[in-house]
């Protein structure tokens, strides 16, 4: 059975923004389609063939912005697999974006976080190991 997720859908503020976030992140990805709501909102898809995040234009300011791990419903982070950690730091901290990554000291996978124009936190991995067991292993600490 096939199971993927297909895209995300983010309501933001600022989609220029966003998408020098994504595109730092993510070199290969290009904007897919783009167009106006019947709001008069923009919306826009960038990503691969594969996948991609939906941003859509929000005229409001959230009521209360997400904070991480304080039990606020709602999304806590996005995670995105990546096969060269390091590399993505230096584009990200080279574009001048905030690295809100934990000490990592497990064996089988490094995380960076970086928070994004809006506010939320995304969270970067890159697996050491093709063992499943391993990329998998819970009981190391990552922090």
Not at 92 to 102: I, Q, V, W
Request: proline letters at 6%.
């Amino acid at each position: 059975m096939l199971i993927k997720l297909e895209h995300a859908n983010l309501c933001v503020r600022d989609i220029e923004g966003m998408v020098r976030f994504l595109q730092t992140a993510f070199p290969e990805f290009r904007v897919r389609g783009e167009g106006t709501s019947a709001d008069g909102t923009r919306w826009l898809h960038i990503g691969t063939d594969d996948t991609y995040i939906a941003l859509g234009q929000s005229r409001e300011e959230p009521a209360k912005r997400w904070a991480p791990y304080q039990g606020v419903p709602g999304v806590n982070h996005l995670a995105y697999e990546v096969d060269d950690v390091e590399a993505l730091r230096q584009r990200m901290l080279a574009a001048g974006y905030t690295d809100s990554t934990p000490p990592n000291k497990h064996p089988y996978r490094k995380r960076l976080y970086f928070y994004d124009p809006e506010g939320n936190d995304w969270e970067f991995v890159q697996y050491l190991s093709e063992k499943v067991v391993e990329r998998n292993d819970y009981r190391l600490p990552d922090r």
